[in-house]
T-cell receptor, first 112, second 115 residues
């Protein structure tokens, strides 16, 4: 079983739609969960950050973590064409210098 | 806003040649990383570096790879004898000890093409 699984898409939605992106993972030691956004030919940029289980909201973005199911989600409300990018989930075990483990990324296109 | 800068943005090399990719991390950051992303694949960890030594490395980071912090600002990745399968986007990242775990700041990447 792969450590972090993410549907690569592509996912195409109309402007204004609610987008749901998801990842599953197998390592129960993961405690820190992130969503990075990557525009074409650019480096990943941290979008959302969550520790352990629960929800976190930031503007149009909501991150959810369900550690019991080993499942994390990112919701984008009122999606905009500028949200078109690849969204990477990433996670790590504990604070310090431990490496991030990334999902493969989901490519999202928001059509005006 | 401080950022991680990487050079070159794109390098084309012949198989068997040595390549050095350069990075200038954010100035007050203490942890440095190299990740790579083969086209269409996930971002993969290569190596982390702290206090002038490697703190962790992946299976990918074999004897052909080395990292160095030659001065107070640069962080380099050297590939001694490139192979076709080394073709990828290489991302440098840095983080702050006081920052949140996993909160890495990535550069825009160096695209390496091995012919």
């Amino acid at each position: 079983q792969k450590e972090v699984e993410q549907d690569p898409g592509p996912l195409s939605v109309p402007e204004g739609a609610i987008v749901s992106l998801n990842c599953t993972y197998s390592n129960s030691a993961f405690q820190y969960f992130m969503w990075y956004r990557q525009y074409s030919r650019k480096g990943p940029e941290l979008l959302m950050y969550t520790y352990s289980s629960g929800n976190k909201e930031d503007g149009r973005f909501t991150a959810q973590v369900d550690k019991s199911s080993k499942y994390i989600s990112l919701f984008i409300r009122d999606s905009q064409p500028s949200d078109s990018a690849t969204y990477l989930c990433a996670m790590t075990t504990f604070s310090g210098n431990t490496p991030l483990v990334f999902g493969k990324g989901t490519r999202l296109s928001v059509i005006a | 806003e401080p950022e991680v800068t990487q050079t070159p943005s794109h390098q084309v090399t012949q198989m068997g040649q040595e390549v050095i990719l350069r990075c200038v991390p954010i100035s007050n950051h203490l942890y440095f990383y190299w990740y790579r992303q083969i086209l269409g694949q996930k971002v993969e960890f290569l190596v982390s570096f702290y206090n002038n030594e490697i703190s962790e490395k992946s299976e990918i980071f074999d004897d052909q790879f080395s990292v160095e912090r030659p001065d107070g600002s640069n962080f380099t990745l050297k590939i001694r004898s490139t192979k076709l399968e080394d073709s990828a986007m290489y991302f440098c990242a840095s983080s702050n000890r006081q920052g949140r775990a996993g909160e890495l700041f990535f550069g825009e990447g160096s695209r390496l093409t091995v012919l």
